[in-house]
């Protein structure tokens, strides 16, 4: 983001080439391995972050990503599914994006998903936070 506010000319050109790619980096899983989970923590903290980009870029090149109205959705739950339950910075950031894309008109792609959002487990995850819940 540093970048297209240093240099802004090139946001037009640059962004409609971005978006397919981060879009594709959002859909990425891999199974956690307990002698990497470090390297996956790493990976789930930078689809976290092209998330947050990505609900940054909504509101001036919707219609750019018109196309990914439903993959978009789709990437969160599976982002909040693959969230370490001890990682709760993860989880913030996923639902903090998550609040800004229903903000937007893609919210519809979440209509799908309404049950697994009011999943109680998968907002709060299993971490200290969310292990005295009943």
């Known amino acids: 983001m540093l970048l297209f506010q240093l240099y802004p000319k090139y946001i037009e050109s640059t962004i409609p ?11 990425l899983s891999c ?7 470090a390297q996956y923590s790493d990976l789930m903290a930078a689809q976290v972050k092209t998330l947050s980009f990505l609900t940054y870029l909504l509101r001036a090149f919707a219609d750019t990503m018109r196309n ?11 982002l909040l599914r693959a969230a370490p339950a001890e990682s709760t910075a993860i989880r913030k950031d996923i639902l903090v994006a998550t ?8 919210r519809s792609g979440f209509y799908a998903q309404i049950d697994v959002l009011l999943d ?14 009943s």
């Open 68 to 78: 990914y109205q439903d993959s978009i959705p789709q990437c969160v739950i599976q």
């Open 120 to 133: 109680e487990s998968l907002l709060i995850g299993g971490g200290a936070g969310g292990s005295g819940r």
């Open 17 to 27: 080439h971005l978006i397919p790619l981060m879009v594709e980096t959002l859909a």
């Open 99 to 106: 609040r800004h894309i229903l903000a937007t008109d893609f």
């Open 31 to 37: 199974a956690p391995a307990p002698a990497q989970r």
